[in-house]
T-cell receptor
Framework: DAGITQSPRHKVTETGTPVTLRCHQT?????MYWYRQDPGHGLRLIHY???????DKGEVSDGYSVSRSKTEDFLLTLESATSSQTSVYFC????????????FGPGTRLTVL | GNSVTQMEGPVTLSEEAFLTINCTYT??????LFWYVQYPGEGLQLLLK?????DKGSNKGFEATYRKETTSFHLEKGSVQVSDSAVYFC??????????FGRGTSLIVHP
């Protein structure tokens, strides 16, 4: 199994508070991704990174920011959490772009009250 | 842009039945095609993949053939087990950083 961990695995927070989710990999893969998974919507890309300090927006980036200061860590921040951000968040990594497999972390279940 | 369409679920089968989950795609160029599986409470994991036309990916009794003429990558298994109950995602990846996923198909297998 690819070495990907996510922390925390579960979090309950209140509306308006900032939240940071961490993805850590031990594979030295260049590309990292944050997705959210909601019933009826499948997987939706929030942000991705194609190298240290190189990030870009996905299809549902509003209300989220990311940072990648080291190859192994990719942080997702909800600047001011809202109930619509209650979801399961997955991190993924891949070594290359074209034709390459993505490896997923175990997920973080976030509940915003 | 790229897109993936897969059949909606849930698909409900009895153990040892034949499984087909349809997947069709739209893409420019020659993408690689994937099936991922997600077991309850876990992240997605690669089930199989194919990187060029007419390639067949296979794993754990599952198969899918890359059909460029019909832009399809249907997932099949001859005899499903209860342990195959999961959500299956079809995906493609071309030359960009961003893969494209289908919405997932839930499979429920009854004993």
């Amino acid at each position: 199994d690819a070495g990907i961990t996510q922390s925390p695995r579960h979090k309950v927070t209140e509306t308006g508070t900032p939240v940071t989710l961490r993805c850590h990999q031990t594979e030295n893969h260049r590309y990292m991704y944050w997705y959210r998974q909601d019933p009826g919507h499948g997987l939706r890309l929030i942000h991705y990174s194609y190298g240290v300090k190189d990030t870009d927006k996905g299809e549902v980036s509003d209300g989220y920011s990311v940072s990648r200061s080291k190859t192994e860590d990719f942080l997702l921040t909800l600047e001011s959490a809202t109930s619509s951000q209650t979801s399961v968040y997955f991190c993924a990594i891949s070594e290359n772009t074209s034709g390459d497999t993505q490896y997923f972390g175990p997920g973080t279940r976030l509940t915003v009250l | 842009g790229n897109s993936v369409t897969q059949m909606e679920g849930p698909v409900t089968l009895s153990e040892e039945a034949f499984l087909t989950i349809n997947c069709t795609y739209t893409a420019t160029g020659y993408p690689s095609l994937f099936w991922y599986v997600q077991y309850p409470g876990e992240g997605l994991q690669l089930l199989l993949k194919a990187t060029k036309a007419d390639d067949k990916g296979s794993n754990k009794g599952f198969e899918a053939t890359y059909r460029k003429e019909t832009t399809s990558f249907h997932l099949e298994k001859g005899s499903v087990q209860v342990s195959d109950s999961a959500v299956y995602f079809c995906a493609l990846r071309g030359g960009s950083y961003i893969p494209t996923f289908g919405r997932g198909t839930s499979l429920i297998v009854h004993p």
